[in-house]
Structures are given as structure tokens and as C-alpha cells.
């Protein structure tokens, strides 16, 4: 398939940080989560432009995190340095839940649709070392920016809100509830535009973010 070089340039009418438009930008209320554990997330480049990219707000709040684009065409294979790779996991589904016994100091999200993250965890140098967590089950029954494809599947800020609930111990908690707070302004914003319907209802919720796309990354739980 053809690159189109413009798929990385935002419109003018977006904020270029947050690609929201302009009007509903959320930088200014985006928090600043401190964690002990690394947060890496390998994106599909298809996500680059999508304002219903959660990965971007994660990366966006959480300053011990690293935000690693992959895949466009004509860019050398994507490799996982020593420095990532040391004492990581990756969260990915039908690895051991995380928990007491898997605290990983550095956890890998793949940023990317299902189809997607499958080939990226077969492409990505380095991962095909790395063992797999996975989340606990979660809940799925709340308004988000594309539809969840399945229970138990939810975003990728979510995935890292409840991963990091579990991995940042006492602080874990307030940790969470920061991130899914910053996910929930996020859909309140899309919802703002009125341009697209959403249900509350897992699984039947439409996309709503202008230039969002529905399959999805999304994470799942046990
Ligand atoms: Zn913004």
C-alpha cells in the first residue's frame, strides 16, 4: 500500500499535541502522573494521526513513559533497546495476570487494532524475548472513544490505568483513578462535538472522536 505522507500532518483545526480540535483540546486539564514503573508504548504508525488514539494521552501524562512509533513504511524494523527490554513485560493477553508475583518495572503496551498488535508482538525486535502479563478483569461497561470488541477488551489509557493500579503499589489506586479520569474528559470532549453518537452499553458504542476509526487497540482482561 501507498504511504500518504499527509496521514502525519494534523489539520490546522486540531491542536497538533492532543489532535482534538481545537476548541475541545484537553492539554491544559491532562495530568501529570508520576510512576515508579516504565510505561513503553510501541504504536502502530496507523495511530499517529487518529484523535481516538489514547496511547497519545497516556504518553501525554505519564512522565516515566516512552511513546515508540512503528511500522511506517519505508522506516527500518522497530528494535527494543537493552535499556526497555531489562525486567520487562509485555501486556498482552493469555500471559500470567498481573499481580503480587509479576511486578514488572517496566511494562510494554502495543498501541495498535488486535490484527495490528499480533503481527507488531511477531515484528518488533526484541519482544520475542520478553514474557507476556496480563490484566486482571476489568471493567468494560463504560462510554469510550470507539467500541470495545469484545468484554473484558478495553482501551489502551485504560489498560495502563488498571495495569498501573495493580503495579504502583499504595499509590496505585490514585494512579488509576487519575488516568481513567483523563480517559473519561477525553470521551466527554468527543461527546462535546455531537458528531457522533456513542451508547453506553459495551459494544455498542460508535466512535466518537472526529477521524477516529473502529477497530481498535484495545487491551483485555482475564
Ligand atoms: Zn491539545
Not at 100 to 108: G, K, M, N, V
Not at 128 to 135: A, C, D, K, N
Not at 183 to 199: D, K, P, W
Request: charged residues 25%.
Amino acid at each position: 500500500m501507498r504511504y500518504n505522507r499527509r496521514v502525519n500532518e494534523p489539520s490546522p483545526s486540531r491542536c497538533p499535541r492532543c489532535l482534538l480540535q481545537v476548541r475541545w483540546c484537553l492539554c491544559a486539564d491532562v495530568p501529570t502522573v508520576v510512576t515508579h514503573t516504565k510505561i513503553v508504548i510501541v504504536r502502530h504508525y496507523r495511530e499517529v494521526t487518529r484523535s481516538s488514539n489514547s496511547g497519545r494521552l497516556a504518553a501525554m501524562a505519564l512522565p516515566n513513559s516512552v511513546l515508540l512509533d512503528h511500522g511506517a513504511p519505508g522506516t527500518p524494523p522497530t528494535q527494543l533497546s537493552a535499556d526497555v527490554l531489562d525486567g520487562a513485560r509485555l501486556l498482552f493477553p493469555g500471559g500470567e495476570t498481573l499481580g503480587a508475583a509479576s511486578l514488572p518495572r517496566t511494562l510494554i503496551i502495543l498501541d495498535s487494532t488486535w490484527s495490528q498488535a499480533r503481527r507488531m508482538r511477531r515484528k518488533v525486535r526484541g519482544l520475542e524475548q520478553v514474557r507476556t502479563v496480563s490484566l486482571p478483569p476489568v471493567p468494560t461497561e463504560t462510554p469510550r472513544m470507539r467500541a470495545s470488541p469484545g468484554e473484558g477488551k478495553v482501551s489502551t489509557l485504560e489498560a495502563i490505568a488498571y495495569a498501573l493500579g495493580v503495579l504502583e503499589g499504595p499509590r496505585g489506586p490514585e494512579v488509576e483513578r487519575q488516568l481513567l479520569a483523563l480517559f473519561q474528559l477525553a470521551v466527554e470532549r468527543s461527546l462535546a462535538t455531537g458528531r457522533h453518537g456513542i451508547s453506553l452499553r459495551s459494544g455498542q458504542m460508535s466512535q466518537g472522536l472526529p477521524g477516529s476509526d473502529d477497530d481498535n487497540p484495545e487491551h483485555e482482561g482475564k
